[in-house]
């Protein structure tokens, strides 16, 4: 079994920064791309930025420019760089990995953690 712990969320004001973090554990192979996700009530949980094995990532263009993602090999994490935070970032974040075990690839998520952009 694997497990995604994130953390790092939490309350900041607009214009500030949060860095996320999720690390993945228990009996992994080889993993072949991580990932931040988010989730608004009501709404389908849409792509953030996402990070293969090769270092080639994908941002969602309205976080261009804004957040970096970057991963940790050797410590099988992620990591989701926040900055210029503003109120539309609000709202749950959820780490995503496809992990190679057996021959087979599976996806896991994480718990979510909250992220508040408020004054």
């Known amino acids: 079994q694997v497990q995604l712990v994130e953390s790092g969320g939490g309350l900041v004001q607009p214009g500030g920064s949060l860095r996320l973090s999720c690390a993945a554990s228990?009996?992994?192979?080889?993993?072949?791309?991580m990932g931040w996700y988010r989730q608004a009530p009501g709404k389908e949980r849409d792509l953030v930025a996402q990070i293969y094995s090769d270092g080639d990532t994908v941002y969602a263009d309205s976080v261009k420019g804004r957040f970096t993602i970057s991963r940790d090999n050797a410590k099988n994490t992620v990591y989701l760089q926040m900055n210029s935070l503003n109120p539309e970032d609000t709202t749950v974040y959820y780490c995503n990995a496809h992990i190679k075990q057996r021959g087979r690839m599976y996806g896991y998520w994480g718990q979510g953690t909250q992220v508040t952009v408020s004054s």
């Open positions: 228990g009996s992994i192979f080889s993993i072949n791309d």
